[in-house]
């Protein structure tokens, strides 16, 4: 039995993958395309954070609030700017996908020419450990857990109780029909991104204090969160969930025992799945 | 006899594309200085692989996994040379063969799934075959990587080819292996079965009524890309010298997946040929500028803002045709209306 510490390990990287496949679903599903460069959304959040609390003394927070604002309007232009141009019928999942790609590359250099390529980091916004006895863990990483159970319910509640949630829901399961019934499918498309894109600022600027921020953080929770939604079924929200706990679990608690051997034991399990059951454990077959 | 008729609006533009071709095959004549040749080189290996990526799109699958066939390519070719001991040639030959025979099996068995599925797949298939080599020490001596050695020379009577003493046989040796992987891929596009492929595409559901077997001709796509990316891979590795697990990776894949795409899929060879070259050259020489980040920043902008500014669904090669069309005068081609919107 791996020690408490792994488990809690474990559950950290949960709360970031889940965030983060959260929103890339929250995308899929309205837009139909995999955002590539998520993982840079995330990296920005970090990067935000790191300038607002060290460099501007926003207390932490607000800085998060700032983050997810600033990086949000960021994902809206890319939409804006960018996908809704490349997104053409037949290979446009294809073409979005290299134009995301190639923002990882124009976002990672942007990032390092301005942050520069050097780790940094935040020093604990909330110090203190809470001692269990058995063992111990520190208020930031609990902190980490009730933020990313606070904003799951803020998502349900936004997606399933307001007017807006009402129309991403038609929208992503009738695009036509919720286009004849007045929905603006186009800025619709452009407020998912907004969310999907602060999402991931979120998760990025909440790790902040625990993990360095460098411009290239991004990698690998990006790759991390789309095989989490693999898993878990591309387009479906409870499977992006569940997908991102096994995946937190995996890369703790079970390389804790077969240590490299954990990874192609994850890209084997992804690839079962895919051949087995390509709709993922929770989501509906693609369109 | 008859007399045969020339259609000029054929012969120019090929004549005018043979020219940069020429200056290709002869530039060692000029400069035999080892900086720009290497870049040559190196881009035609990317051409291949590129290729080969434009030909499994034709079937309307995009693979995320293209380097680790490079990198089996390459690990087969070093493992045979440095450990089997065997010369370079029968290796070089074998490394095809046996990335060939992995596509085929992997893509008998993961091809069945479409779509994006089918490039989550080969993502994590590239991702396996890193770690594989990262972690088999005893095969793979793990991150330091193989030294395969240069290629034996060649003695011509009284004439040596030394693949030591410079840059040029690869060199000639590179225009080759791509002279005769577009001739290939070109024949197989001309032919029943490239029409085969792009009827996959193009409407699947008709292609299966059609009577034709999906999986076969993915595979036989799948097969013939994983061998001349095999050999692309090969020839990478001993080209320069050494293969490490990280040189083929997913940014890698990712790498020929944007040069093709730029390049533009119309055409299986011109396209993945034009993008390869020109994003190769652009990179290696943005990354000599002194600012660190720059060269990702330009770089990934230059990709986007191709993407953007074309017209939706082509690339770089098809501005090629639509100057001649000016130039020529003729009609713009129909465009098929889309059924969405």
New interface residues.
């Given amino acids: 039995m791996p020690p408490a510490a792994i488990w809690m390990d474990g559950l950290i990287q949960s709360c970031i993958y889940m965030t983060m496949a959260f929103g890339m679903v929250l995308v899929f599903s309205i837009l139909g395309i995999?955002n590539w460069a998520h993982g840079q959304f995330y990296m920005f959040g970090g990067i935000v954070v790191y300038y607002a609390v060290a460099a501007a003394g926003i207390p932490f927070p607000i800085s998060l609030l700032i983050s997810a604002v600033a990086v949000g309007v960021l994902g809206m232009l890319v939409e804006k700017?960018?996908i809704e141009?490349?997104n053409?019928?037949?290979?446009g999942?294809?073409?979005v996908?290299?134009?995301t790609?190639?923002?990882?590359?124009?976002?990672?250099?942007?990032?390092?020419?301005l942050f520069g390529?050097q780790d940094k980091g935040l020093s604990m916004v909330y110090p203190g450990v809470l001692d269990l006895g058995v063992f111990s863990v520190s208020y930031q990483k609990i902190g980490v857990v009730i933020f990313t159970v606070i904003v799951m319910v803020a998502m349900y509640i936004v997606l399933n109780l307001t007017k807006i949630g009402l129309a991403i829901r038609a929208v992503s399961q009738e695009p036509v029909a919720a286009n004849l019934y007045g929905i603006s499918v186009k800025r619709i498309s452009v407020i998912v991104m907004g969310i999907g894109c602060a999402m991931a600022a979120m998760a990025g600027s909440i790790m902040a204090p625990i993990y360095p921020v460098n411009?290239f953080m991004g990698r690998i929770p990006m790759?991390m969160s789309?095989?989490a939604i693999?898993i878990g079924g591309?387009g479906s929200l409870t499977g992006a969930i569940v997908g991102g706990l096994i995946l937190g679990f995996l890369n703790s608690v079970i390389a804790y025992k077969i240590s490299?051997?954990s990874?192609?034991v994850l890209?084997?399990l992804?690839?079962l799945i895919?051949?087995v059951r390509?709709q993922g454990l929770f989501g509906a077959s693609?369109k | 006899m008859m007399i045969k008729y020339i259609d000029w609006k054929v012969t120019i533009p090929r004549i005018v594309a043979a020219v940069p071709i020429a200056i290709l095959v002869f530039i060692p004549v000029f400069s035999t200085s080892r900086d720009t040749l290497s870049i040559i080189i190196l881009s035609g290996v990317w051409v291949i692989a590129a290729m080969g990526f434009a030909m499994i799109l034709r079937t309307g699958q995009f693979s995320m996994g293209q380097a680790a066939f490079m990198a089996i390519g390459g690990y087969a070719s070093a493992i045979l040379t440095v450990k089997m001991g065997w010369s370079f040639w029968p290796s070089f030959f074998m490394a095809g063969v046996i990335s060939g025979i992995i596509a085929l099996i992997i893509g008998s068995v993961v091809l069945r799934v479409g779509n994006i599925y089918f490039s989550i797949i080969t993502l994590s298939f590239g991702e396996i075959v890193r770690i594989l080599a990262q972690n088999l020490e005893g095969i793979t001596h793990g991150a330091r990587g193989l030294i395969p050695p240069s290629p034996e020379p060649i003695v011509l009577g009284s004439f040596e080819i030394n693949f030591d003493a410079s840059v040029v046989p690869y060199y000639y040796f590179m225009i080759l292996l791509v002279a005769i992987t577009s001739l290939v891929f070109w024949q197989i596009n001309r032919s029943r079965l490239g029409g085969t492929f792009f009827s996959l595409a193009a409407n699947q559901i008709l292609a299966e009524h059609q009577g034709i077997y999906l999986m076969k001709y993915r595979v036989i796509a799948f097969t013939v890309a994983g061998i001349f990316t095999g050999f692309a891979g090969a020839f990478y590795a001993h080209f320069l010298e050494i293969i490490t697990p990280y040189m083929l990776g997913l940014w890698e894949s990712i790498q020929i997946m944007i040069m093709s795409i730029v390049g533009g899929v119309s055409s299986l060879v011109a396209g993945p040929l034009v993008g390869a070259v020109l994003l190769k050259v652009l990179s290696v020489y943005l990354s000599r500028l002194p600012v660190y980040g720059i060269h990702a920043l330009l770089f990934g902008g230059a990709v986007v803002l191709v993407l953007v500014f074309l017209p939706k669904g082509t690339g770089l090669i098809d501005l090629w045709k639509k100057f001649w069309r000016k130039v020529f005068n003729e009609p713009e081609w129909y465009e098929i209306p889309s059924i969405d919107e």
């Avoid at chain 1, 053409?88 to 290979?91: L, S």
């Avoid at chain 1, 790609?101 to 020419?113: D, N, P, Q, T, V």
């Fill in positions: 995999l700017l960018i141009r490349v053409v019928p037949i290979y999942p294809l073409y996908g290299v134009a790609i190639s923002l990882i590359f124009f976002f990672e250099g942007a990032a390092s020419m390529m411009p790759i789309l095989l693999v591309i490299y051997f990874e192609v890209f084997i992804v690839i895919l051949l390509p693609l």
